[in-house]
Every structure is written in C-alpha cells, then in structure tokens.
C-alpha cells in the first residue's frame, strides 16, 4: 500500500513471516523520496524488491559460518548502496562517505542493527575460509582456465592442484588463509625439501609450490579478501633436468617393429604407438582423433591435430601431419579414431608403458612411450629437415616471427618420407 506521509509517499507493507527472525518490525515504511503519486507507484516495487534483498542477506548473515556471514555482509553492503570495505577501510574514507555509511544502519528498537552495520562498515570477517574451502571455491573463480577441456584434461588439470593442496594441509593443517604465515610456507617447503633429499625431483615440490600459490592468490584476488599471503619466493633451484631419451631407429625398427613384438597390446593402443613413429605426434593427440581429424582419401593422407571435444596445449599444436609408412598403416585400420582411449589418455600411455616395460621392449630403464616423438624429431633432424618445419610438425613455438603459410602437404610428405620407418 502507497500512503502519503507528511510530504512524501511511503510504501507500507507486512514483514513476511520468513524474516520474523531478523526484522522485529510487524509492518515496514520505506520512504519512495517523491510527493508524485504516479512516481511513487512505479518506484515501490523496486524498493520492495530491495528491502526483500537485504532481509535475505541479513538471513544468510545470521549463521554461524564464517564464511558465509562475510559473503552475506558484502551482498547487504550491495544491497545498501556501498562495497564492502572492512573497517580500516572504511575509516580511511572521506567523512561524507563514513557519515552515509552510519546513517544507513537502520536502528531496532533504537539500537543499531548487528548484521547491518557489520556489513556497512566492515565489521564482518572470512575467517572461516580454509584451505580446502578456498580449493572448492577455486575450480568456479578458476573456470576461465578450463573452458575447452575435455573430461581427461580437466581430471589432469585438477589432480596436481587437488594434490598440492592436500600435502600442505598435511603438513600445515586445514587453517584459515587469513591466518597463513610465513612459517607455514616455510614449514611446508622444508616438509619438501627433506623428500628432495631423499631423492626426489625439484620438479614435484615446485609444481606444488605453484598450485598452493595459485589457488590460495586467485581466490584472495577473486573474492577481494585484500590478504598478504606470504606465498612468493619458495621455490627451489632447478636440478639438471630429466629428458627422455628418444628410442634408436635402429631399436625402433629391430625390436618394435618386429614381427609380434606388439601383438599382446589391444588393437588400439598398438595402432596409437605405431601412430607416433612417423608423426611424432602426443599421445593424448592421437587419442582424441576423431573422424573429421582422419584424411585417408586426402591425395596426401594425413591426420590434423584440431581442437575437438578438447584443448589444445597451444596456439601452435593446431597442425597437419602427413601419414608414412607404419603410421599410415595403424591409422587406417582406425578412420573414425581410437574411441577406446578418448578422454583417457593417462590409461593409453600406462597400459603400453607398462607392455613395453614387461616385454623387454624399452632401450633403457629412462625410456617411455613418450621417447618414440623425440625419436622422430632426431630423424627428422638427421635428414636435413629445416628447423620451421619440424617446428611446425610438432605443434612447437618458433623462435623467430612466423612468416607465410609454411610448406604444403605435398612438402610435408616430402620431407618426412626420408626419416619415416
């Protein structure tokens, strides 16, 4: 109901029994600022809609979840017409802007309201956001970084970082993120380095070094929590890096291509491995090939690395590579693909690392699946092929500005066919 009250209408209205528990009002005035009836017409449902919004606020704000409570002030702070600034903040602030604040905490039986001066000047706390309440907020502030994944690759996206964040509440406990010191980074780097010492890479801890780091700046940065957190400058020096050796030609063609030598693998993840020997390509890229990505009846057959169902590692891993020899033949027993191992191609490379392992069939103990790319770069290498397209090939930047198109597939074909097996 509108009512004119002294010069202005007012909107008179019953609380509804939901807020009972925080509005002791019965009946609520809220003044629409206008002595127009007309104006004051098409202005109350929009101040109703305001006052709905901040009793649901200060609904959720009347919990004992820390977390929750801050959430709910800086939406009440919203509703009021301010950003919620905690109250150093606030305090630093023009007077005009201080004295609004003040004014806008309304008054319950002539004290001012708990929860919405909390709100309005910066009295709430998310002191309940822990570790692993900021990792389950992370994958939503975070979804920028995931749009395009598959389902294997957003699995091994959030692994690593699942696993980061559950060794440091290991070591440091399941804290507050307000309350992280520098002593728990620092309690949590040397929990690291007593594992380097007993043999582990500098790889693994600095990998986690980084995810704790990035989960815990995204979310303080995302949700404006305005905290130091001493998370910077933890890393350890690099050791002399890992390679995998690339496999022989000679052991390529004597031991893997021998008759049987790969009988005992499924039809599909022997056609992947026999894929890679003459295109160097990853195994998670043959894996996700689909039938568009399949060129048989192309006067040059070749398959074409594409963002489908998937992201691409980068800008440059969109290519075309041309079918030779083995390659040629694994890929056309498969023309729509290798379904079996499309969205895991962690199972892929574990199931034939572990056939070559058992078999006899890896160069040495440093060997992998994954050798059998580096070997065909060092092919490539070995028979002149310029640096831009091999380059090309393998999906890898080049150090210099990219001009043209690059080669053809007829060159493509071409210059491959003297390091394809």
Request: aromatic fraction near 8%.
């Amino acid at each position: 109901m509108i009512k004119l009250r002294g010069k202005s209408y007012q909107l008179y209205r019953r609380v509804p029994k939901r807020y009972a528990a925080i509005e002791s009002r019965t009946f609520v005035w809220l003044s629409l600022h206008t002595d127009s009836l007309s104006v004051a017409n098409s202005k109350a449902d929009r101040a109703w809609s305001q006052m709905i919004e901040a009793w649901e606020a200060r609904l959720a704000g009347d919990t004992a979840d820390a977390d929750e409570r801050f959430a709910a002030a800086k939406e009440l702070a919203a509703v009021r017409g301010f950003r919620y600034l905690d109250a150093a903040k606030v305090a630093e602030q023009p007077i005009q802007e201080i004295l609004a604040r003040v004014k806008a905490v309304p008054l319950r039986d002539g004290v001012p309201d708990r929860i919405e001066a909390a709100a309005v000047l910066g009295g709430a706390q998310g002191v309940g956001l822990t570790v692993t309440k900021a990792l389950d907020q992370y994958w939503t502030l975070a979804a920028d970084k995931t749009l395009g994944k598959s389902d294997d690759q957003l699995r091994r996206w959030r692994n690593p970082r699942l696993k980061a964040i559950n060794n440091f509440v290991a070591v440091v406990g399941d804290k507050p993120i307000a309350d992280i010191t520098a002593d728990d980074m620092l309690d949590f780097r040397q929990w690291w380095f007593d594992r380097i010492e007993a043999g582990l890479s500098t790889n693994g801890a600095n990998k986690d070094l980084i995810h704790v780091g990035d989960v815990l700046k995204t979310v303080n940065r995302m949700k404006r929590l305005h905290l130091d957190l001493p998370v910077s400058g933890l890393s350890f020096k690099k050791g002399e890096a890992q390679t995998r050796p690339p496999f022989s030609a000679e052991w390529i063609k004597d031991r893997l291509l021998a008759p049987d030598a790969l009988s005992g693998l499924n039809d599909q993840a022997r056609a992947i491995l026999l894929a890679m020997v003459n295109t160097g390509a990853r195994p998670s890229e043959l894996a996700a090939l689909t039938s568009e990505c399949i060129w048989l009846d192309h006067e040059v057959p070749h398959i074409s690395i594409e963002a489908v169902g998937r992201q691409l590692k980068s800008a440059n891993a969109r290519r075309v590579i041309p079918l030779l020899g083995v390659s040629l033949e694994a890929v056309s027993a498969f023309p729509d693909g290798f379904d079996r191992y499309r969205g895991s191609s962690a199972t892929l490379s574990g199931t034939i690392n572990k056939y070559l392992r058992d078999n006899g069939l890896l160069e040495t103990d440093r060997h992998s699946l994954y050798g059998l790319r580096h070997a065909f770069e060092d092919r490539l290498l070995a028979a002149g092929v310029d640096e831009r397209i091999r380059r090309d090939l393998f999906g890898h930047a080049l150090k210099r500005e990219r001009y043209g198109a690059g080669a053809s597939l007829v060159q493509l074909r071409d210059v491959v066919q003297p390091a394809a097996l």
